[in-house]
């Protein structure tokens, strides 16, 4: 079974202070194996390399935007954490449609050589053109949990602006549930013992063909376009509900921030 897919399924936003706010929308989002990414554009019609297309992939949507190895890019930043990590290296994105795309949140899955999860590299990109990421060892490159639960749960501290209706001052709490059949992505952001918004995308398993691209496609047409409008109205009617909007300050001095296991 090849690495790459789709995994289509649903986004949640709940929002719990200072107003409550819920949003909930069906996405899909493909998983790319970076040493496959020569042979997948080969063989499928539908996803195209750097092209416009019904849907494409631009490596310079991603990592240090210079359009160069994805997977030398992930392996390098590993390394400058101390994490070595000399296996395959999976991306969660999703596609451009169109040619127009829009990834608020990309995961990078870096492997050992022996199939081991190494670390998740987080990669956030906010509205105003700007991104930054965040690394987390996973358990097998440091202290494990003492639990047998399949999800991996990390956290890092908020560096990096993303919506203008939250502070600086909170933690991310990420609960994964690394991608097999199903896929679990979970970011809680807190303050102290105060739980301010929790986001959640699920999603179920199929294969990377072109058969199933068209399938996917025709029920998210337009998923790049709705991603970036639902982001706007939902801000819109955050701002109907009386919240204020926070200064934006000056983006982190440094391109990632590390994280720990919890």
């Given amino acids: 079974m090849s690495a790459s897919a789709i995994y289509e399924g649903v986004v949640t936003h709940a929002r719990f ?46 990592g240090d935007r210079s359009g160069t190895d994805l997977k030398a890019y992930a392996t ?9 990590a000399e296996g395959p290296v999976r991306l969660l994105c999703m596609p451009r449609i169109l040619g127009y795309g829009f990834n608020p949140l990309s995961l990078y899955f870096c492997h050992h050589a022996d199939g081991r999860l190494a ?6 990109r906010n509205t105003f053109g700007e991104r930054h990421s965040y690394l987390v060892a ?61 986001a959640t995308f699920t999603g179920q398993r199929a294969p990377l063909t072109d058969a199933a691209l068209l399938k996917t496609w025709l029920r998210h047409p337009l998923l790049s376009f709705k991603v970036i409008a639902g982001i706007h109205w939902e801000a819109l009617r955050i701002l109907a509900r009386g919240i204020g909007l926070r200064r934006r300050p000056p983006p982190p001095g440094r391109a990632v921030t590390l994280g720990d296991l919890v």
């Fill in 17 to 62: 202070s200072p107003r409550a706010h819920r949003l909930r929308y069906r996405i899909f989002m493909l998983l790319l194996d970076l040493d496959q990414l020569p042979g997948l554009f080969s063989r499928l019609r539908l996803l195209k390399s750097g092209a416009f297309g019904l849907m494409s992939f631009r490596a310079a949507d991603h």
């Fill in 76 to 84: 390098r930043t590993l390394a400058e954490a101390g994490i070595i």
């Fill in 119 to 124: 670390a998740i590299l987080y990669e956030v």
């Fill in 138 to 198: 996973a358990p097998d490159t440091a202290s494990p949990p003492n639990t047998a639960s399949p999800y991996v749960r990390q956290t890092a501290p908020k560096r990096f602006f993303v919506s203008p209706f939250m502070d600086m001052d909170l933690i991310y709490d990420f609960e994964i549930l690394p991608p097999e059949e199903r896929i679990g992505v979970t970011v809680c952001v807190s303050r102290g013992d105060e739980r301010i918004l929790t």
